[in-house]
């Protein structure tokens, strides 16, 4: 099944607020990142950096994420090793990054595909800044 999420009936958030919601969006995710490397054996040649608005999170054999912001389109784009490239409006009305093609969200996905290569559950990632998870109807 396909589901399909749209972000447009939303008027689009103001630039302060997005730059803010942003920011604070990715620090949490590079802090989140830096406190898994450290605690997971898997990650042990793995690497964060943070830097002028791009999260590069290097999981050495198991790829590279980059998480960015554009700030033009008030997006976040995501380019996964698993999943690809992706952009991600921010919802104001459910606090979230979401992907308007399946209404999966940022944190939503990173879950799912951390999950897949550390074989355990990561829940502690929701409990970053706008990481409301959404429930698709069924």
């Known amino acids: ?38 605690k997971e054996s898997q990650f ?4 964060v950096m943070y ?3 791009v999260l590069t999170i290097d999981l050495s054999n198991y790829g590279t994420y ?3 912001r554009q700030s033009p389109n008030r997006q976040i784009w995501l380019s996964s090793p698993s999943s690809g490239p992706k952009r991600y409006d921010y919802s104001q ?5 979401i992907y308007r093609h399946n209404g999966t969200t940022l944190h939503d996905l990173i879950k799912l595909e951390i999950e897949g ?3 355990k559950s990561i ?7 706008h990481a409301k998870q959404i429930r698709q109807k069924e």
């Open 117 to 119: 290569i550390l074989g």
């Open 123 to 129: 829940d502690d990632i929701l409990v970053c800044p």
């Open 1 to 38: 099944k396909q589901y399909f999420y749209s972000t447009q009936t939303e008027e689009l958030v103001d630039s302060n607020t997005f730059e803010r919601v942003c920011e604070e969006t990715l620090d949490s995710l590079a802090e989140y990142f830096e406190e898994l490397i450290e």
């Open 93 to 97: 009305k459910d606090d979230c990054w």
């Open 66 to 68: 980059v998480i960015n």
């Open 44 to 47: 042990v040649k793995a690497d």
């Open 51 to 53: 830097s002028g608005g």
